[in-house]
């Protein structure tokens, strides 16, 4: 028996405590960053802190009630949700992960369906901190190839201050999430649920996604901290001038009574 599993990126963020107090559903796990509901036979919705919300074995239609209930408990809600689908056939002798699709036995524990819909959502949330790091790099490029050509930024002390400052906060807001992508403990303890975690990984490219992911907010981070030495060195030439022309104003007032008297 084949089922799908898809899972959205919907917003920044989603209230998992505020959603898990409103929603009624069969709770099968939860932590401070997940929800794990059973919400019918064979059927199950995982909705996680970092934005992302799975499901296995549902409709178009039912995925979209789902979806629109969560609504007020997102920030940042997204127009358009990335997106990532993955297959599950559950009759299978052992279990074996492809390109597309894992194999397991009907018999298979939750925890491993579980495990499966965690590795998807991952993926997609990637997905999207891969857009917002490139599209950060992009600008911080732009600013930097400027530099280059002219010498200078090319940029007023307050614009720079408002770039900085708006990639610190994506910046910031990628590594808080970064850190949830661990293997989740069940699979610290269990040898088959850790070889599932670990092909499934390798499968969806997860830590050398991370890892590209971490190496671009560094670039990104090296480049902030050269802007900032520029914007203070262009203070300081600001003042120092100041400086200069108020002693040459001082002179020259000087100068022009000694002159009248």
């Avoid at 018999?107 to 917002?132: F, G």
């Avoid at 490139?134 to 530099?147: F, P, V, W």
């Avoid at 997860?206 to 802007?227: A, M, P, S």
Wanted: charged share 25%; proline share 2%.
């Amino acid at each position: 028996m084949t089922q799908k599993v898809v899972s959205y990126q919907v917003a920044d963020s989603i209230d998992v405590k505020g959603f898990s107090s409103a929603f009624k559903g069969e709770l099968c796990y939860s932590d401070p960053a997940e929800l794990f509901y059973r919400t019918d036979t064979g059927q199950y919705v995982y909705v996680f802190k970092y934005g992302a919300v799975c499901f296995l074995n549902h409709d178009a239609i039912s995925m979209s009630a789902f979806l629109q209930l969560i609504h007020p408990f997102c920030k940042n809600l997204f127009e358009t949700s990335l997106t990532d689908e993955f297959l599950v056939e559950a009759d299978a002798k052992e279990v074996r992960v492809g390109f597309n699709k894992i194999d397991i036995p009907s018999s298979a524990s939750t925890d491993v369906l579980r495990l499966v819909m965690l590795n998807v959502s991952q993926s997609v949330a990637l997905d999207y901190y891969e857009e917002l790091m490139g599209s950060m790099l992009t600008e911080t490029n732009q600013h930097t190839q400027i530099l280059v050509s002219k010498g200078s930024l090319g940029i007023s002390g307050k614009k720079l201050r408002q770039f900085i400052g708006r990639t610190l906060l994506l910046r910031n807001r990628i590594a808080e999430n970064i850190y949830v992508f661990d293997s989740p403990p069940e699979t610290w303890e269990s040898e088959s649920l850790n070889k599932i975690d670990g092909d499934l990984k390798r499968t969806f490219d997860l830590q050398v996604r991370v890892r590209t992911i971490h190496e671009g907010l560094n670039i990104i981070k090296d480049n902030l901290e050269l802007f900032q030495g520029l914007l203070q060195h262009r203070n300081s030439n600001t003042l120092e001038w100041i400086v200069i022309l108020l002693i040459l104003v001082e002179v020259l007032n000087l100068f022009i009574e000694k002159i009248f008297k």
